[in-house]
């Protein structure tokens, strides 16, 4: 039996993003500089996933420069870029793969023709290498002695096309950060590392439940305590201005506030799980003659925190505004905060600064508008930094969901798979939806929410599994919510893929043979024959440790993972080996693509059996990584093993790829390791 | 206000600062010393992890009395000039980083665990408590006995 494909078989979220971004995609800057460097501009953010370096090796291939000699400087908030400044939907590579290339193979051409008119050669018998231009009697000229000429040359007289993937000599080879030195050594300068002159270190006293409002404040104390330099007042709560942050952060402390309860203050998580559970839509198919087989999961909420915390330097004068802060949508920001200020645009500069991880969180520019509305009431720049708890408790969270699944089966097949996901809503509000109308997306004529389009881009069944519906039912709360790696994928794909093998189970089949014969993409079959046989799929276990798998397809990408899990001790389950295979197409790093899996699937140990936030009376209860469990290097397995298909076609996404596939292989193998039908993650919680 | 003198990198500093000011604000804010980095503030998270007199600690948690007239080294401190640390060269090796923020504590943890371990298990490594949200553990274990075999896994 066939399933039907989903709309991301056709057209995908990523499919979107790029078609919004055409129109300004060739407007990349490429500088090659007098000393013989060449600086691809790059309009997008580097949080670690490696793709400063990936760019770079595009550039070093297709100008033939050395690597060492290419730089790749994030862009300032550029906003003759309209859609195409946006670092998400693991979008960044699919979208500068060719533009990149592009740009780099017509600055080759323009130099092999510079150095053609010096030289009063043919510019056809030239060659390039080691970063110069060769003439074929040895005659050398380097890029950077060229570059003025090559300035001033309109048409070049050899082709400007990218090479053909046989000529690359780095593309598709494993290749180190071209930062690693830099964070090896402490070098690399994140937000809260920049000496701007005179911007003091700010933080920010916030209500006690998530949206507060503050009732009274007596800062007298809190003024007069040493190295305070000013404490004002922003809708969000009360920052102070001080010297050192040990100086504001102990008069934060001797502020005397009262708060105004936020408009969450009565929920608790079990009333969020109640509501969740009435939100949804009914099944399609109540269960009349035929087998089925229901499941439902709950998902906690999950903060992204990333190492580094929210932190925005921001220099606000009459008429102008300067802003510092690693940026995922600094366009977006750049028109929030011109508009908070009441400045134009043009007035206000955002760079972009390299950020210490994200999952997400950069989306969304908090700090950075805070900083901004603190500087101008204050009349000088601050550096302010969110504290750990800060972000616990008031940041954003993946949306704590609820999945109701409903698989009917008979004579062997599966037929008809209903998933209805309720989740509370996630705010998207951070450029996605002026991407997608301006990839010809009409939401109002649709009727949909934006949601819902990110919903119906993202989401699909890979199986055919009869007719497939599923259905997102949003719960709108008054909390910070955001997309977190991997968004809907996350919670929906896992919550499919345990079904999966409880599926398999009780139809008695084998549960990666019950996948195999059901999946569409040959390409995907493939990686689950690799990890079987890799991860020697089905040996015995002892008693207490078993063997899981998950797969998943996103983004021109997919990705297979087997784990094997030990849950002797319940309170403590440990992955202790993962075999991983992935095939995304044309790969860029290999090593960058293996440390992004590797990431994930720390992730999905993460949030499967350890890491999640409790509401409590409209506020989250976690404080910082004491409490909010993410993997440590116990945690985590000894072995890890990567297989990369070999490379085809164009690249696809994999910053988020692994995600659901690893936290449903980690589900599945507890499920199995401990005979029972985990339905609530994180397990241990 | 009080003045604290310590050895930072291999030189003598002192600084103006409250007695119970933690030590990272004085290095981030007061000495412009940023390689240690804010995490938690709490001593959890370990990404402002340096040494004093040759022993891992968090810096968040010391104040800048404790540390006076002793000997603190950051991953400034780390290398010989231009010439890395070996952790640190097998930190390149095995291209760890990722985002890089939790790095330079994950290296003087790292570096620290060697001096009383030279030959660390895995159980000895799964003994570190340094949070990498990234999840680069995995190559954290390999270069951790990359370095401890001298370079030759």
Redesign the interface.
């Known amino acids: 039996m066939l399933g039907l494909p989903g709309i991301p078989d056709v057209l995908d979220l990523g499919d979107a993003m790029i078609l919004a971004g055409l129109p300004t995609a060739h407007l990349l800057v490429l500088e090659i500089t007098p000393a013989g460097r060449a600086a691809l501009h790059l309009p997008r953010l580097e ?4 793709l400063t370096t990936a760019i770079a090796m595009l550039v070093a291939d297709e100008l033939d420069a050395e690597l060492t000699d290419v730089d790749v400087p994030l862009s300032d908030g550029r906003p003759e870029l309209l859609f195409n400044q946006l670092t998400g939907g693991s979008n960044s590579v699919r979208s500068l793969y060719d533009p990149v290339r592009a740009a780099a193979a017509a600055a080759r051409a323009r130099l092999v023709t510079a150095a053609a008119h010096r030289w009063n050669v043919p510019a056809s018998g030239l060659r390039t290498a080691g970063s110069a231009v060769l003439a074929p009697d040895g005659r050398r000229l380097g890029f950077g002695e060229l570059a003025a000429d090559a300035a001033s040359v309109v048409v070049p007289a050899v082709p400007a096309t990218p090479k053909p993937a046989d000529q690359r000599r780095l593309v598709g080879r494993p290749t ?2 071209i ?12 937000a ?2 920049l ?1 701007i002159p005179g911007a003091a ?1 700010t933080v920010v006293a916030r209500p006690t439940t998530v949206n507060g409002t503050l009732k009274s404040l007596d800062a007298s104390v809190a003024r007069a305590m ?1 190295g305070v330099l000013a404490v004002v007042q922003i809708p969000s709560g009360v920052a102070v201005l001080a ?4 100086q504001a ?1 102990k008069a934060r402390d001797a502020l005397r506030t009262t708060w105004t309860p936020g408009p969450v203050a009565d929920l608790s998580d079990a009333d969020v799980r109640a509501k969740l559970r009435a939100a949804h839509a009914p099944f399609l198919l109540p269960p009349l003659l035929t087998p089925y087989l229901d499941g439902e999961f709950d998902f906690a909420f999950v903060n992204h ?5 929210l932190t925005a330097v921001a220099d606000v004068r009459p008429g102008r505004a300067e802003l510092w802060f690693a940026a995922q949508s600094p366009i977006i920001a750049q028109q929030t905060i011109a508009a908070e200020l009441g400045l134009p645009q043009s007035a206000v500069t955002v760079h972009v600064v ?6 997400g969180r950069r989306l969304f520019f908090d700090a950075a508008l805070e900083a901004a509305q603190i500087s101008k009431a204050a009349g000088r720049p601050v550096k302010l ?1 969110w ?2 708890n800060d972000d616990m408790r008031h940041g954003r969270m993946r949306p704590a969901s609820h999945h109701r699944i409903r698989a009917t089966y008979g004579l062997g097949q599966v037929l008809t798979w209903e998933h209805r996901a309720a989740t509370v809503r996630t705010d998207l509000s951070h450029g996605l939806g002026e991407a997608l109308t301006g990839a010809g997306f009409n939401l109002s004529v649709a009727g949909i929410s934006l949601a819902q389009a990110f919903f119906l881009l993202t989401e699909k069944n890979p199986y055919n599994v009869g007719i497939p519906t599923q259905l997102l039912a949003e719960l709108p709360l008054q909390l910070h919510t955001g997309s977190w790696r991997s968004v809907y994928s996350g919670t929906v794909r896992v919550a499919d893929e345990i079904m999966m093998d409880e599926l398999a189970r009780r139809m008695g089949q084998d549960e990666v043979a019950f996948r195999r014969a059901r999946l569409r993409d040959a390409a995907g079959r493939a990686l689950l024959d690799t990890v079987a046989k890799a991860g020697d799929w089905g040996r015995p276990m002892p008693a207490g440790q078993a063997q899981g798998v998950g797969y998943h397809e996103e983004n021109g990408g997919r990705v297979a993972y087997l784990v094997e899990l030990d849950a002797t001790d319940r309170a403590n389950p440990r992955v202790i080996k993962a075999v991983i295979a992935a095939d995304v197409g044309q790969v860029i790093n290999p ?1 960058g693509l293996e ?1 992004q899996l ?6 999905g140990i993460s949030v499967i059996l350890l890491a999640g936030n409790h509401l409590d009376n409209g506020t989250f209860r976690e404080g ?3 409490d909010f469990h ?5 945690n ?5 093993e990567i297989h990369l298909m070999p490379p085809s076609g164009a690249p696809g996404g994999a910053g988020e790829l692994g995600v659901p596939a690893a936290s449903a292989a980690v589900a599945n193998a507890y499920a199995r390791a401990t005979g029972t039908s985990p339905r609530s993650f994180p397990i241990n919680f | 206000m009080p003045t604290h003198t310590f050895v930072l990198n291999g030189r003598s500093v002192t600084v103006d600062a409250p007695d119970d000011m933690p030590l990272l604000w004085v290095l981030r804010d007061k000495l412009g010393v940023t390689g240690p980095k804010y995490g938690c503030g709490v001593g959890v998270c370990r990404a402002c992890t340096s040494h004093l007199d040759g022993q891992e600690f968090q810096p968040c948690t010391h104040s800048v009395k404790d540390c006076a007239g002793r000997t603190v080294t950051t991953i400034e401190g780390l290398a010989d000039g231009d010439t890395l640390h070996p952790v640190q060269e097998a930190w390149i090796d095995c291209d760890v980083a990722q985002c890089g923020f939790c790095q330079p504590g994950q290296i003087m943890t790292a570096v620290a665990l060697l001096r009383r371990t030279p030959d660390p298990t895995d159980a000895d490594i799964d003994q570190i408590q340094n949070i990498c949200r990234c999840g680069s553990y995995p190559r954290i274990r390999e270069a951790i006995k990359r370095a401890a075999s001298g370079g030759n896994p």
């Open positions: 949080v670690g996933q490696g180190g950060r930062d690693a030195r830099d964070i090896v050594t402490g070098r690399a300068e994140y809260g590392d000496q270190p040493p010297e050192t942050f040990d952060l925190a990333p190492m580094e915390v390299r950020g210490g991880g994200s999952f930094m504290t750990r090593r440390a590797t990431g994930a699937l720390s992730d910082s990584y004491a993410y993997a440590r290097q116990r985590t397995p000894p072995t890890v």
